[in-house]
């Protein structure tokens, strides 16, 4: 891992940020790197297209389990959405996916048209923060990957900087499991586009969470965890 920041939450536990761009996420798994996927929802060529077949062994869920629950979220699912893929095969390494909302999914309409503006970032920042609740609280990985979460070739410095807020955030709340390691893989994502994480890393105050309510329920077996993101702005 190409390491960018060395994080200290409020609680001194130690987390480092950064990425790699050069080894797929079978190799990282296979290095005991990663052990929790945060994903996009977008199929095909993309993150989760070409690490389907790869993630369907490793948990032991079908690829078409796995393609239909991502379009639902992509395509059919008004709400702010996660779907959290949890480990049904023992012999697995990963302890789970979370298949998360992103630019291309219908839900983001109604906070920006996507490809014609900047991030919303309060989008961003809920996402990831919840998919980070789910992915330490209820998996309890620590040693977490993200994906671009934007639409593809469409990754923006905006997009880092939420990602990164909501790290730090969850890693300063008294009760947050610790994370070892946050890293940025797969395409779409430059390193340029990263900078803005050392520069934050500098800031001595940070800003507080605000939590939002949400709604965990049960989909085609898996969780599905709702985000009300009527106060967001």
Known sequence: MNTLADMHSKNSAATLVGYDFSNSLEELVRREKIDCYIVSTEDGFSPLGTSKQFISNELGICEHDISALANWNRFDNPLVSLVGLSNQNPSGSLKGVVLAASETSKCYEQFAVPFHSRPYRDFYYNVVYESIEYATKIL?????????????????????????EALAHFCDSNDSPHIETFMFIGCCIKPSHLTVIQRLNLEEDRSKHRNIRTQSSQRNGFEEISLDCSTCG
């Open 140 to 164: 309890k990985a620590e040693k977490l990957a993200i994906s671009h979460l934007s639409g593809s070739g469409h990754f923006h410095e905006d997009v880092a900087a939420c990602v990164v």
